[in-house]
Structures are given as structure tokens and as C-alpha cells.
């Protein structure tokens, strides 16, 4: 496969639209309505696709927009600059999107890659004094080098495969971490087994597990005989800490070193690689602590609540709590726990954004706890599920690597199909 490869303004590529807000746009907002995609609808979204959005506007807000629908191409310019996604949904985009449509001689699962690649180009020649706006005619006017319309088709093929790959990956593990919180829910929150002896319902876990189960809930409304604790009862809450950033000799290390930026998409749970990694003597050198994998992570000042566990062992910042189980409670139990801790801080907080996370915000959240046996019951159920999430992550992580290592050989021309079909050959 080859051909003469041209040089092409993205101009003659395809129609570029940019998205238009109604204003006063407080005035548009509704509780039910058209979705409204926003800039953190992107980087939320942890495909190439927009499937939901966090806002709505009126039905009649269309007219004041720019409408998409499922499939288009739209690319982000302002705020953060330069992101491609498809449009999974019909939904409007605000003025802070460019809408690509009717594209000629490029396929657009190859645009979307060549985007990506182009991005910091084209981010560099934006402009704004607080964020790098992207303006219409910076897309219009830019040159890409473009091979044939059969080889935009092979090459996007090559890159979407791994996409696909990860993207399965993480639908996968979504219903993983969805069945785990449930039976979380199930037998601590909802004391599902309780209830359903009290109404004579048939038992629906083993028997030996059944009888684990007291028979009535007592006077305060929780199991029989299981004790109300403070959570930090229930867990060693472990402090972090920054080497001193001056320190050249504290950094590049083997060591990851967990900061919120690190927090893995909510299906995946598990982080298994961090942005920055410090040495033994930044680790010596600060109050930061070696966690081992396993131990939940929360973020606990700045962006509060992120939550992840350590899938190697690792170090965190200040920002952040490292939780481990006390007596019988396992990691994962303890992962649920701190995941159900952080729903009800934002109950609590009616829905606002709680600002930070203390000590003595364990001691006063409490909670009715099993008898060990039921512990360590929960965690023989749910450790293969969470095996099967880190194995994932960890699968997805070398997918990625890969993917971003090909993209730019293969969009530059440095790299041909067939040399990178056979190198994926011998990575199966």
C-alpha cells in the first residue's frame, strides 16, 4: 500500500463550524433538555466519544446553537485546545467547539487521529492571556501532510483496533466495579440479607454465608449485634508528602509518586503509573510514605474525593490520604467504604463540592461494622472481580503506550502499514 502523499489546508479537508452559545447562557441551563457539551465533557470522557453530558440547556436553546449528532467530529478551542471527539449523542456545543462536517478526501477516523496528532501545533499558535483560544481560521489554514484516501482508511484501522481494545477494556471493568459496589451496597448499606430474613424471603447467597447474617435489625435500624464505628476505627489513615522540588536528586526515580492529575478513569479503579516518580532519597528526604499496592487512595484538599488504589506500590502527596483496613477489613472493603464515604460528604454537602477531608472527618462519619467472618467473606467474593480490573488496567496502560508511540510514525509517513502490522504481530 502507498502513494503520493500531499500537503493540504485543513480548509479543503472538510466545513468548519464554530459552536454558538445562547446569552445569557445561566438563563438557558435546565434540569431536562438538550445536552449541552462543555470543554470538561471532553476531558471527562475517557473515549473518543461524548456520550453524556454534565449540563442541559431548553429545548429552544437549539435555534441559539450548533447542533451535532451522533458521529460528527468536533474539536475543542478554548480552554483546553486542540481535544478531537465524536459525538456519541445528539446534542448543541457551545462557541468553545469547532464542528468538522462534510469531509473531502479524508476519513474521518483518520482526521480524528490526525488531530491528535497536530495538536500541539496548532495549540501553539493560539492565543489569550488566561486560555489559548484556537481560532476558526488557525484549523482552516493549517497544512497537513495527507497520504491516500486507502491508507488513511489502513492506518486508522491499526490505531482504532488498540482504541477499541481499551475502550472494551474499560466497559468491561465499569460492569466489574458496578457488581462490587453493588454487593457492597447490597450487605452493608442496605443490610439486603437482614431484610430479606426479616420478610422470610428465600435465601439467595450460599448457606454457610446466609447463616453469617443476623435475623433482625435492632432498634437503630442496623444488623443485630454489628457495632457502630467511627471509620477511623476501621482504618490507618496514612499521611503524604512532596520532596522538595529543588531537589534534582529527589525526582526521576523509580518510585511513583500519586498527585489527583493521576486519578484513573472510575471503571479502572486502579493506578498503575503516575506522571512523576522520585528516588529512595526524595522518599528518605520527606514526609511522603511508602504505600504497598492495594491501599486506597483519596484525594483529600483541592479536587476532594478522587479516589484510587495503588496497583504497585507507591508514594502521594500531601493533598492526599493513604487508607488501609484495621483488623479484618480488606483493601477492597476498604475501597468501598471510602467510596460510599465520599457520596455521603456530598449529601451532605447538598450536592456542592465539600472542601477538604480531615482526620476528624473519619472519626465523624460512622458506620455499623460486620463481624470479621462476613469481612472476609465480602473480600474472597470480590478480590477476582478486582484482580480482573487491575489485569485490565494494566493491559489498557501498554495498549495506550503503544497507540501513542505508532500514531505519529504512522501519520508522518515515518512508519508504514505493513512495517506496523507486522510489528503488532509480534506484540500479540
Known amino acids: 500500500m502507498g502513494g503520493e502523499w500531499t500537503q493540504v489546508a485543513f480548509s479543503k479537508l472538510c466545513d468548519i463550524t464554530r459552536g454558538a452559545s445562547p446569552r445569557p447562557i445561566n438563563d438557558w441551563f435546565a434540569d431536562v433538555g ?18 453524556k453530558t454534565g449540563q442541559y440547556i431548553k429545548p429552544e436553546g437549539r435555534k441559539k446553537s450548533v447542533e451535532v449528532r451522533p458521529g460528527d467530529l468536533i474539536l475543542s478551542n478554548s480552554a483546553t485546545p486542540g481535544i478531537p471527539k465524536f459525538m456519541g449523542i445528539n446534542a448543541c456545543i457551545h ?5 468538522l462536517r462534510n469531509l473531502r478526501n ?51 484501522h491499526i490505531l482504532g483496533t488498540l482504541d477499541d481494545k481499551i475502550e472494551l477494556n474499560r466497559r468491561r471493568n465499569q460492569t466489574l466495579e458496578a457488581m462490587a459496589r453493588a454487593l457492597f451496597k447490597d450487605w452493608f448499606v442496605d443490610f439486603g440479607p437482614v431484610r430479606a430474613k426479616m420478610e422470610g424471603r428465600e435465601p439467595y447467597l450460599p448457606a454457610d454465608l446466609w447463616q453469617r447474617f443476623p435475623d433482625r435489625l435492632d432498634d437503630e435500624g442496623k444488623p443485630e449485634a454489628w457495632e457502630m464505628q467511627p471509620l477511623s476505627e476501621l482504618l490507618t489513615i496514612i499521611g503524604g508528602g512532596t520532596p522538595k522540588t529543588s531537589a534534582a536528586e529527589y525526582w526521576g526515580g523509580d518510585i511513583p509518586w500519586f498527585s489527583v492529575v493521576d486519578t484513573p478513569p472510575a471503571s479502572d479503579v486502579f493506578v498503575v503509573a503516575t506522571e512523576k516518580n522520585i528516588t529512595a532519597q526524595g522518599l528518605a528526604g520527606s514526609s511522603a510514605r511508602l504505600i504497598p499496592k492495594g ?23 500531601q493533598s492526599c490520604y493513604g487508607l488501609r483496613g484495621t483488623d479484618s477489613a480488606g483493601d477492597y472493603f476498604v475501597y468501598l467504604t471510602a467510596q460510599q464515604m465520599v457520596d455521603q460528604l456530598k449529601s451532605m454537602a447538598h450536592g456542592s463540592v ?42 489498557s496502560r501498554t495498549l495506550a503506550h503503544l497507540r501513542d508511540t505508532l500514531l505519529p510514525k504512522l501519520i508522518s509517513g515515518e512508519l508504514r502499514i505493513a512495517d506496523a502490522e507486522r510489528f503488532l504481530e509480534t506484540r500479540s
Open 295 to 317: 491501599t486506597t487512595i483519596i484525594s483529600a484538599r483541592g479536587t476532594v474525593g478522587n479516589l484510587a488504589i495503588a496497583g504497585c506500590d507507591m508514594t502521594f502527596n
Open 34 to 51: 438538550i445536552p449541552w457539551v462543555k470543554i470538561s465533557d471532553a476531558n471527562s470522557a475517557q473515549s473518543r466519544y461524548i456520550t
Open 106 to 156: 479524508l476519513d474521518k477516523q483518520f482526521a480524528y487521529y490526525l488531530l491528535l496528532h497536530e495538536r500541539p501545533k496548532l495549540v501553539a499558535q493560539g492565543n489569550g492571556s488566561v486560555f489559548t483560544n484556537l481560532k476558526t481560521e488557525i484549523l482552516k489554514n493549517h497544512l497537513v501532510q495527507l497520504p491516500p484516501i486507502s491508507e488513511q482508511r489502513a492506518i486508522a
Open 95 to 99: 462557541d468553545g467547539w469547532l464542528l
Open 354 to 395: 465539600f472542601s477538604t477531608i480531615t482526620r476528624q472527618t473519619f472519626e465523624a462519619i460512622q458506620r455499623p461494622i460486620s463481624p470479621p467472618a462476613v469481612l472476609a467473606a465480602f473480600e474472597r467474593l470480590v478480590t477476582g472481580s478486582f484482580d480482573s480490573i487491575l489485569s485490565s488496567a494494566e493491559e
